[in-house]
């Protein structure tokens, strides 16, 4: 069974910048669409960003857009998701899951806190 470890959240003011890496065990992640979800406190999670097997492709929602980046490295098994310009709205617990996202395969989630 796939498990997906994040990290590399942290506070940061906002304006700031940070890298979240989603460390994934398994054989078929080079081979599977991977997202980034987020879920700030009192809402749904998100979907924040989404990249093709190949990394050929990526999709973002518009809040995000111009300002995160995601990527990947299928021989290291990693995905990663760099944030630009952080904004205070930006404040939520970061998952990452395989697209669309599998209930079993949630992780822990890494929290990122943006300051004003």
């Known amino acids: 069974q796939v498990q997906l470890v994040e990290s590399g959240g942290g506070l940061v003011q906002a304006g700031g910048s940070m890298r979240l890496s989603c460390a994934a065990s398994g054989r078929t992640f080079g081979s599977t669409t991977m997202g980034w979800f987020r879920q700030a406190p009192g809402k749904e999670r998100e979907l924040v960003a989404v990249i093709i097997w190949s990394g050929g492709a990526t999709y973002y929602t518009d809040a995000v857009k111009g300002r995160f980046t995601i990527s990947r490295d299928n021989a290291k098994n990693t995905m990663y998701l760099q944030m630009n310009s952080l904004k205070p709205e930006d404040t939520a617990v970061y998952y990452c899951?395989?697209?669309?996202?599998?209930?079993?395969?949630w992780g822990q989630g890494t929290q990122v806190t943006v300051s004003s």
């Open positions: 899951n395989t697209n669309p996202p599998r209930s079993s395969t």
